[in-house]
């Protein structure tokens, strides 16, 4: 062939390509200029990576033991009551009788709280829903341990930080729990509905015509429905659960990329170098993954986060209306629904209502962030 | 135009209506400051027209845009200069002060004439609109005023056009609405921002003899930006030759043309596309023959979507082309050039006998298509869209080599890409790099590289130099005669640039809507044009004269 011939000439060594085009180091310089959506991503980071770790933060059982020379992980293997002594399937590591038993041929390393979003607190001083700790006499705060103040389980793990709810567990626990699983529903909703949304909008805006027309009238009858009626009747009849959850939610929400992610194909199909690609022979799926699915990328990003928190807000509110994740799971919506009926327990309201409004603002922060970064219009002093 | 009060008569002649002195424009963005204009004075005097002339990115527009500070302030700022236009110094004028000068006393016309014309109002408002800023003429007294500017500007029938909006009317129609904007307040001077760059050549002709006669009315002076010199030589006073941001070259057009001082307008001068094309050889093989390719769009009209008409962009074109020559294809925008190319390379759907190297191609699908689509090339005219912004140039040239040689190996395509680069003239180490990073000239170059390295037999090049300067211009012609002699390649080249054809075309065919007007040798077309459409296409690219006739629209 000609073209070894003529190869033959030298070709510089191939220069390694940057990690991030010039384009993309604009977009991360800017969104490093904004001060507050940086904060807030890295906050929000922070939190949720803690959330990821919630475990070994908030556990009622001791994250290393050490029994008769043998270290246990019981956050991470369930040993059989019968290891100390007891008769349970599963230990209870809270009670006096396992607690004085591992002291005594050994030691345990505690989480900072030792409550889990399930455990019940049986020495709460009066009934449930108790004041956070803080709020109560010094006195009162031990006073159902049996040795009162002087009692060994009387530490600050063993306290209720931000009280307890009406079924006397812990209030922080379970906002911990609750927070981590409001943002890994939010994260799954988001990112299957990007899916589902891009490839439906790519379809119909690449291929236009009769597949636009009629998917178009689809997805506007689609999105007429009583969203909230078919929830309640799914729910009805089958279990609720976390993955039934995100699938119905998932059902109504990709559509809300469609708009964007379709206009955009619409208005790069017709794109020069989207007509010479065509000319060179390349394929449909190829010029859509390779050369228009970039130009949709910056406008699905950009939506992105807040569609994060809109899957969150819905999600808390399902919860709320007790159609949500089954009963136990540790929920934020189920927070504001008992801090709805208990008034005289405002810190169950309060808590669920701060975390709500700081992770959904630092989303939307982050979010204005990101799309401002992505604007190229935008500048930055 | 006896409405017009002789407010010059006074003035003596030595004094410049607008005089810029040392004026320098800074552009911002972020910690960077790049001088886009660096210490340019000039004169204009009453009734004179000066031609700024330069290459896109010279800064002649900028410094056009900051005498009515027409910038985006505060990221442009003006570090040193000023501009004394009747003695007052328009950069240190009020916003208000300025507003009165905008408009009424100095006038801008500009170069794209779709998007400078608001395409929700009508004519009648836009027009009225300035009238009752300036001069608080409003009702009848307004209307006899449009009509009046109407009729200046060559405007047919202007009492049936008054109601009609932007989109109702031609590109030249929408310029000579902008003109009679400019010309409402009888302004002292009228800055033209390469006005007829977005037209075509024949209504090109036209609005430079309109502009010609409104000064010779009115006596208004005139600052023109332009990058062709052809239009410089034929209607400037004086010339200003602009190039990095610096005037290089100052004086009387006759002096400057006949006598060029500096370099860079030698270099300017002689930069026109030269060369013949090479000899026509009729034993050569026939590479695509068309007969009687016609492109319908159909019209649609009524409840049931019934076809009530055709737009009939393409009508019945027969044409041969041999391996190793050009064939030229002319005309107007609109007169289904490129859609005749697209035809022929099968990315939309035609009628007619297409045959391509032996093969009866009009009937094939995509698919069948994509096995003739490595010898089947097209160049396209933007080279800043047609190259994918987020790959690099090595992935844009390798796209082709990835669908029609699936056997390379890695190593094997980057070689093919190197090879392909060096052969438009590029540095082969530049295939990491991203198009944003080369001028217009090297993207088109790297655009041609894309069809190369296919090694096509037939290319169609749809108007690949029109949007490149001038003297980059002239490289690519000669780039794509090299190529073609080296590749014995058989171009298509659609182009209203009929300077270039002439340079390139072994045989041209001349288009209007949809039809063939005129086919032949291209020697005898420039040479003894017979028809009358010919001729006036031919005069006003050569001549920049507007032939009165009725072949040519409006």
Redesign the interface.
Known sequence: M???A??T?P??P????PFL???NKRRL?NFRANKRGFWSFWIFMVLFVLSLLAEFIANDRPIIASYKDEILYPVFIDYPEEKFGGFLATTDYRSDYIQQEIEANGWMIWPPIRYSYQTVNSNIPHSAPTKPFWLMEKGDRCKAYPQGDQDPNCTLGNLNWLGTDDQARDVTARMIYGFRISVLFGLALTICSAIVGVAAGAVQGYFGGWTDLLMQRFIEIWSAMPVLYILLIIASILPPGFFILLGILLLFSWVSLVGVVRAEFLRARN???V?????????NWTIMY??LL?NAMVATLTFLPFILSGSIATLTSLDFLGFGLPPGSPSLGEMISQGKNNLQAPWLGFTAFFTMSIMLSLLIFIGEAVRDAFDPRK??? | MPSIPERRSGEPMTDPLLSVRNLSVAFHQGADTTLAVDGVSFDIRPGEVLALVGESGSGKSVTANSILKLLPYPSASHPSGEILFEGRDLLKASEPELRRVRGNDVTMIFQEPMTSLNPLHAIEKQIGEILQLHQGITGQAARIRILELLNQVGIREPEKRLKAYPHELSGGQRQRMMIAMALANRPKLLIADEPTTALDVTVQAQILDLLRGLKGEHGMSMLFITHDLGIVRKFADRVCVMTKGKIVETGAVEDVFANPQHTYTRHLLASEPRGEPPQTDPSKPVVMEGKDIRVWFPIKAGLLRKVVDHVKAVDGVDLTLRAGETLGVVGESGSGKTTLGLALARLISSQGRIVFIGNQIDQFSFKEMRPFRDRLQVVFQDPYGSLSPRMSVGDIIAEGLKVHERALSADERDERVAWALTEVGLDPATRWRYPHEFSGGQRQRIAIARAMVLKPRFVMLDEPTSALDMTVQAQVVDLLRDLQKKHDLAYLFISHDLKVVKALANHVIVMRLGKVVEAGPSERIFRAPKEDYTRALMAAAFNLEAVETGAVSQ
């Open positions: 000609e073209a070894s003529v190869a000439t070709v510089a191939p220069r390694k390509r085009s010039p384009t310089a794109f020069e170098y007509r010479a690609a065509r000319a060179l022979g390349v394929g390779r050369h970039p500048t930055f002093g």
